[in-house]
């Protein structure tokens, strides 16, 4: 059961129609390569063409009695073809079918999770833009650091969007690739004309080699560059989700109107789609490790891979289209508070200059060493005793004697740690 959050365009894609469709695709084109190699009478393959169908339902009945997928496709085609039926899946495998189908699956499937990573992109520089100039607070370790711009904060998420989107480009051309090669891969009973024609109509390369399979390395870089891009929404909705914590409240995820935050608690506005962006990011994690596994198979084909294919390809790229829908719309109307921002940035007192007035120091001849230990020692008493630091940096003698109390008030401006933010962005194109 395709789940209810999949957008249309994905839900189509992994419906058993379309599944089935393929396959009947692919049997169709093998029919017409043979009929070009003189193996298929021509007025067979019109035949074929024109009769073959199916239906699931159908599919459904025969499967409850051969257990087998690809004969009950079949022999379902065969029931609206009659006689000339016997030349279709001429020399073929099932694997010839469902790889190939799958690799067409998996391409029109990418080819939505690209646009959606696109328009995702397109909205991030947007409020980079919006946002380029707005100060508030970096943190490392949780802590407050030096001043930085929100406009830096979706910058770096652009840039990391980027990578994502030449990995699923990358992906896209790894997998599609089809096989039309028989039981073990030999060409014993097919003509490997059947395959480069079956490749070529589909717009799909053929395999250089192949066994009963396509290799699970191609699905395996699928689902883990998968996991990667879903690794890194999870990264955007873990800042997101810290920087709407009480305490700190600069950034909130959208909440509509209507919209409850807790069955007892009116007043809770809680992060609950980067929530589940995080929760999805490790459903697509351990589908990718499933993916690896499925890369060593027995010899030239066994089936381990087949039944936890069924589950993690489609779900995977389910969850992944969703993901990206569901971001856009958190970052598209992600509530910004600037006044937080400034209330955050000034709460230590100055503490976060005091790089500056380190560096001051050393450039009037203190010893780094030395320097280091002025800073720090008033630094300690504002963390220790919630002091101010820029009045006891102006009130400490050591200081006055090396720096004019102009030199002192320029390491508490801001700018200087944003001097540079127009030519980063820029580098970006944004």
Request: hydrophobic letters at 40%; one cysteine or more; proline letters at 3%.
């Amino acid at each position: 059961m395709i789940p209810r959050y999949t957008g249309p365009e994905m839900a189509k894609i992994w419906s058993d129609e379309n599944r089935f469709s393929k396959w009947l695709q692919i049997e169709l084109a093998a029919c017409e390569a043979w009929a070009k190699l003189g193996r298929i009478p021509p007025d067979a393959l019109e035949k074929i063409k024109t009769k073959a169908r199916f239906d699931v339902k159908r599919i459904e009945e025969i499967e409850e009695v051969t257990n087998h997928d690809v004969i009950a496709f079949l022999t379902c085609v065969a029931e609206n073809v009659g006689e000339e039926s016997r030349f279709i899946h001429m020399g073929m495998t099932s694997s010839d079918v469902v790889d190939t189908a799958m690799s067409l699956l998996m391409r029109d499937a990418l080819d939505i999770i690209i646009d959606d990573v696109k328009t995702l992109i397109d909205v991030m520089i947007e409020r980079a833009r919006e946002h380029r100039h707005t100060v508030m607070i970096g943190r490392t370790h949780g802590v407050h650091a030096e001043p930085v711009t929100l406009g830096l904060k979706f910058a770096l998420w652009v840039s990391e969007m980027r990578r994502n989107l030449a990995r699923l480009e990358q992906a896209r051309r790894t997998i599609a690739y089809g096989k039309i090669s028989g039981a073990v891969g030999t060409y014993a009973n097919v003509d490997p004309y059947v395959e480069e024609y079956v490749c070529q109509k589909l717009g799909l390369s053929r395999a250089d080699i192949s066994t009963q399979i396509l290799q699970r390395d191609r699905h395996a870089e699928l689902l883990t560059t998968l996991a990667i891009a879903a690794g890194s929404i999870e990264k955007f909705a873990t800042e997101i989700r810290s920087l709407q914590r009480t305490e700190i409240f600069e950034l909130q995820e959208p909440f509509k109107k209507g919209q409850k935050g807790s069955s007892a608690m009116p007043h809770k506005r809680n992060p609950i789609m980067c929530e589940r962006m995080v929760g999805l990011a490790r459903v697509i994690r351990g589908n990718a490790m499933v993916a690896l596994e499925n890369i060593a198979l027995w010899h030239e084909r066994d089936i381990t891979h087949s039944s936890a294919e069924r589950i993690i390809i489609p779900d995977s790229t389910i969850l992944m289209d969703y993901m990206l829908r569901k971001f856009t719309g958190i970052v598209k109307g992600l509530v910004v508070r600037p006044e937080r921002m400034k209330e955050n940035l000034e709460r230590t007192g100055g503490l976060i200059f005091s790089e500056l007035v380190l560096l001051a120091l050393v450039g009037k001849g203190l010893t780094r060493e030395d320097a280091y230990a002025i800073v720090q020692s008033n630094a300690a008493r504002a963390w220790d005793e919630g002091l101010n630091f820029k009045e006891l940096v102006v009130n400490d003698p050591r200081v006055r004697e090396r720096l004019t109390p102009q030199e002192i008030e320029a390491c508490f401006d801001p700018s200087h740690h944003l001097k540079h933010v127009d030519e980063i962005l820029g580098r970006l194109g944004i």
